[in-house]
């Protein structure tokens, strides 16, 4: 069997550490293709600190809006105003970031389980310091992309921006090959139509710095406890309360660490720029019903992708795919006007039926 060609960043890696078999990867990571290792020290052997080399794999489906044209530039502006930030360096003109040893919050309990205090308190600074980074206070505020941008302070305009974004990109732009999938597990057409009413009377509240993707595995707990956030893809301006909608979304605290943490949030934002809580208890379930909402049309993507086995469908997979899409259109039956979610056989009914048809192993519309 012929190996497959190593790719650009591979060979990057090779090029610039102290050795291949230092080399770890690739690293599990949706977006990026990642890899790991030390830089040669003066004695040409590995050094004690290990960094990452990426880039975006190809041909990746991106489901959330992008600022930032480069994440290490945003990296490097956050110098100074975010405190557990892997630092990058360039290496023959390849910007390499420091590899945290350690592990995700995610090894410590997955999504659902408590998370400790000492992890809670870190997260709560986290949000100060995000609070604190206005549109015009970092150096490359100009960089970020504005061609759809709203007001600073206009929360129901910013809500509109990430609906239509979702209706456009995720949902129609994807008809032609999702489509009769969508239809089959009773997805309405125009079932972004009612959160986009609901988010019309959203509460001004001034802009901050969002990281947009604060969940177990983009936080890594070093060898003394403290809390590091990666992977800074999704940050953009915008309302702060979307950040705690998605941050409680993707979390699953249990019920009475979700409000601590709540309150911990709006704390932490009034500490710093009094009124970025204000209305926050009124709007924070439209928030919530909307990423409830994303999350449905991105998984029935995910899960047909998941299953594609080329010619057949990945039967081994089914079950565990379809009882997670399943559990993702209960959650959104609210905010998408399900008068009843479809149980588990009839999601892997909509499935097995689809690939029947001779859809599954289509290239998908990129986002």
């Known amino acids: 069997m012929t190996a497959e060609p190593a790719s650009t960043v591979r060979h990057r890696a090779a090029r610039l550490s102290a050795g291949e078999a230092l080399i770890e990867g690739p ?48 990296i490097r502006a956050l110098a100074g105003h975010v405190t557990s930030v892997p630092e990058i360096i360039e290496v023959d003109a390849i910007g390499l970031q420091r590899f945290i040893e350690g592990s995700t919050l995610g090894s410590y309990g997955r999504p659902g389980a408590p998370v400790a205090e000492p992890h809670l308190a870190q997260i709560a600074q986290l949000f100060r310091e995000l609070a604190a980074i206005s549109p015009d206070s970092l150096s490359l505020h100009r960089q970020f992309v504005r061609d759809d941008a709203v007001v600073d302070g206009d929360t129901a305009g910013f809500a509109a921006q990430l609906i239509r974004f ?33 988010t019309r009377s959203l509460t001004a509240r001034p802009f901050c710095l969002l990281h947009g993707d604060l969940h177990r595995e983009n936080f890594i707990v070093d060898g003394e406890g403290r809390l590091w956030t990666i992977d800074w893809e999704l940050a953009m301006f915008g309302d702060p309360l979307y950040d705690l909608a998605t941050h409680l979304h993707l979390m699953r605290y249990p019920a009475e660490q979700e409000a601590t943490v709540s309150l911990r949030w709006r704390d932490a934002m009034e500490a710093v720029r009094p009124g970025s809580s204000r209305g926050w208890q009124e709007d924070l379930p439209h928030l919530l019903e909307y990423k409830r909402a994303q999350s449905a049309y991105t998984d029935v993507i995910r899960s047909a992708l998941a299953l594609d086995g080329g010619k057949d469908i990945n039967w081994p997979a089914l079950h565990s795919t379809s009882r997670k899409l399943q559990g993702a259109l209960a959650a959104a039956r609210a905010a998408l006007g399900l008068a009843v979610p479809p149980t588990l056989r009839q999601v892997a009914t909509a499935l097995g039926d689809w690939h029947r048809d001779g859809r599954g192993g289509v290239t998908p519309y990129g986002s």
Do not use: N, Q
């Not at 732009?173 to 972004?192: M, N, Q, S, T």
């Open 27 to 74: 690293l599990k990571g949706y977006h990026h293709e990642t890899y790991a290792f030390p830089l040669p020290d003066a004695d040409g052997r590995g050094g004690s600190v290990r960094w990452k080399c990426r880039e975006p794999r190809p041909g990746i489906l991106w489901f959330d809006r992008r600022s930032f044209p480069s994440e290490g530039a945003l």
């Open 166 to 198: 979702t209706e456009e990109r995720v949902y129609e732009a994807h008809l032609p090959v999702y489509g009769e999938l969508f239809d089959a597990l009773g997805i309405p057409r125009d079932g972004l139509r009612p959160l986009m009413d609901k």
